[in-house]
């Protein structure tokens, strides 16, 4: 895909999390995102002309929103939870399983030529052997993600994101952040900034990638490949 003349329609599942809020930052930014929906439960909070923020109660069922998914180029899906905030194995498959697929299938129907951005994480298993059940689930919904018959799907596994601006009711995070960042960064395998983590998966829609597992040290490459276009209103 050419960086001249582009005019990307986008959609963001968890744009309220430490990655996902970074992907809508950069998008925002770039003159060359046209259009950004952003499928969110809560209020985002973030004025700009070209943000389409629409209200979704039920991530099983994407019907009441389906007409916000048609002729999408792009998902960046980057929702998702902790297994250490969520306990129970069958709620965790819920949210990292479940709902991704619902959204791919419905991505499908209205938009079969997107291309689905998967954030999972580093140690993600696809064998189905791992002893952690997150990077089982992960791994599981990175195999399904293959076969549902969407134009491309590129699986995001980074390290430790570290949360470049801060976000509300995440203190404990931040503070945490600070300590480990400086460690982490020193090894370009283990961490990246969520602003570098937004413009890789920019960079990979612009340069038109449709596939590939992508971990730590290829998503550093593509946020230095980045370069900002056009002044596009970013996020007040």
């Known amino acids: 895909m050419s960086h001249t003349s582009v005019s990307l329609q986008v959609v963001i599942f968890g744009a309220t999390g430490t990655a996902g809020s970074a992907v809508l930052r950069e998008c925002l930014s770039d003159s060359r995102v046209a259009e950004v929906v952003a499928l969110t439960r809560r209020p985002l909070g973030v004025d700009a002309a070209k943000l389409r923020e629409v209200t979704c109660h039920d991530f099983h069922d994407l019907e009441p929103v389906g007409s916000h998914l048609v002729n999408r180029d792009a998902c960046f899906y980057c929702l998702g939870v902790s297994q250490a905030r969520v306990r129970d194995p069958a709620t965790y498959r819920e949210i990292t399983y479940d709902y991704t697929m619902a959204a791919a299938r419905a991505l499908l129907r209205r938009s079969p030529s997107c291309t689905f951005h998967f954030l999972t994480g580093v140690g993600t298993d696809q064998s189905g052997r791992s002893r952690m059940m997150w990077a089982r689930v992960k791994g599981e919904a990175e195999r399904a993600l293959a076969s549902v018959g969407l134009a491309g799907v590129v699986c995001w596994r980074p390290g430790f994101i570290h949360p470049f601006h801060p976000q ?26 969520s602003v570098e983590f937004g413009r890789a998966m920019l960079q990979a829609t612009l340069e038109g990638m449709r596939q590939g597992v992508l971990g730590n040290r290829d998503i550093l490459a593509l946020a230095d490949r980045y370069q900002p276009q056009g002044t596009a209103r970013g996020p007040s």
Request: glycine residues 8%; without cysteine.
């Open 168 to 193: 509300e009711g995440r203190r404990f995070t931040e503070r945490l952040s600070r300590v480990l960042y400086p460690v982490l960064r020193r090894f370009p395998g283990l961490a990246v900034s």
